[in-house]
């Protein structure tokens, strides 16, 4: 490949990103040096957080500078290599960006087996996704058999995995999506006991009818008032797990805090936020557990593919008016 597409950040977006905020530009690709490998992206993982890094805030990571290749989780293919121990033709992940060749320090990428799982499947349910499910369900909610599960963005690529590892782990889920069709999803296709659909309305009526026992687990990718709507609900020692906050992503000013926030105090339960990134150490021990269940058929997933990297801008779009339907990915080499 002479020249290559690289997708850059033109200027910080206000609210939903638009075309406008983003430069598209074609440039030689630069040759490994020592210690590095060029690999050919595959496929990129698109995901909420990233319109977090577009914001001059301090943040768990910098943001992206003014002019910078956008950060993006991606699998490829080693194409040259000059660091020993990871070949041509090896099946890598990192971040590698809003681009078409990455070139990379080998120490930054993760050798992946294609016999295990196929490449999409590396950016999803075995990737980051499938751990930030893992770790913030049993680690943060620390879920016991019989207990109440609820999760918000529950159809989604993070909240659709959560639900299976909670029944699997013997407790009841309970889903909230947007829409009738994911409503469904969740009972058809994820295996949730209760599904509730917040754009119908009545939201605490639709709680009090699903969460009867109330609620143990609350598994939060939502915030806002999905999330004080739960509140009201949670039993004594509950655990509020802070996995996310989509509805407020967008925002120009901090949304307000839950006002339902003196039920932690009346029911002695636990709100606490987690970055999945902290378990690194950890990773092997999920994704063993999860191929298993991948193997043995217990868990299943969904994948929402849009092709061409020029279709990136509108795939993260897409995560924000819940046209998604699974793990959002673009399938770079076309
Ligand atoms: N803590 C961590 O380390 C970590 C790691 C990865 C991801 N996350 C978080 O996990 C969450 C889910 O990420 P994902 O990759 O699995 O994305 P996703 O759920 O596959 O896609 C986003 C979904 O969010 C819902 N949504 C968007 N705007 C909303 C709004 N205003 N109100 C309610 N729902 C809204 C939409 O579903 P509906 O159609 O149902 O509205 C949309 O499909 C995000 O909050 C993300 O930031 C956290």
């Known amino acids: ?28 690709p630069r040759p490994p040096e020592d210690g590095e490998v060029q690999v050919e992206v595959l496929y990129l993982s698109i995901d909420p957080a990233m319109r977090g890094w577009l914001n001059d805030v301090r943040s768990y990571i910098r943001p992206v500078a003014i002019g910078e290749v956008m950060r993006a989780m991606g699998i490829g293919r080693v194409v040259a290599s000059r660091a020993p121990g990871l070949e041509e033709g090896a099946l890598v992940v ?77 407790c009841r889920a309970v889903g909230i999506a947007g829409g009738a069709d994911k409503r469904a999803a969740l009972l058809k296709d994820f295996g949730y006991d209760a599904a509730i659909d917040y754009k119908a309305g009545n939201l605490n009526e639709q709680i009090r009818g699903t969460c009867s026992e109330g609620i143990d687990v609350f598994f939060d990718n939502v915030g806002g008032p999905i999330l004080d709507a739960a509140l009201r609900r949670i039993n004594r020692g509950a655990r509020i797990v802070i996995c996310g906050a989509i509805s407020g992503y967008n925002a120009a000013t901090p949304p307000p805090g839950p006002a339902n926030y003196m039920s932690l105090l009346i029911n002695r339960a636990r709100m606490e936020g987690f ?60």
């Open 1 to 28: 490949m002479e020249t290559q597409l690289q997708i850059k950040l033109a200027r910080r977006p206000v609210g939903v990103p638009g075309d406008e905020t983003w430069e598209l530009e074609r440039s030689a």
């Open 94 to 170: 990192g971040t590698m960006g809003w681009q078409q060749l990455a070139t990379m320090k080998a120490e930054h990428l993760t050798p992946v087996s294609e016999a295990l799982a196929p490449p999409t499947t590396w950016l999803g349910v075995l990737g980051l996704t499938g751990l930030t499910a893992w770790f913030g369900l049993l680690d943060i909610g620390r879920p016991e058999p019989g207990q109440t599960v609820l999760v918000s963005g529950a159809a989604g690529a993070v909240g659709s995995v959560v639900g299976q590892i909670a029944r699997i782990k013997g």
């Open 275 to 334: 970055v999945v990134f902290d378990y690194v150490d950890r990773y092997p021990e999920a994704i063993a557990e999860m191929a298993g269940w991948l193997a043995d058929g217990r868990l299943t997933h969904r994948e929402h593919i849009v092709e061409g990297l020029e279709s990136a801008p509108e795939a993260l779009r897409m995560l924000f008016a819940g046209a998604n339907q699974g793990k959002m990915l673009v399938k770079v080499k076309v």
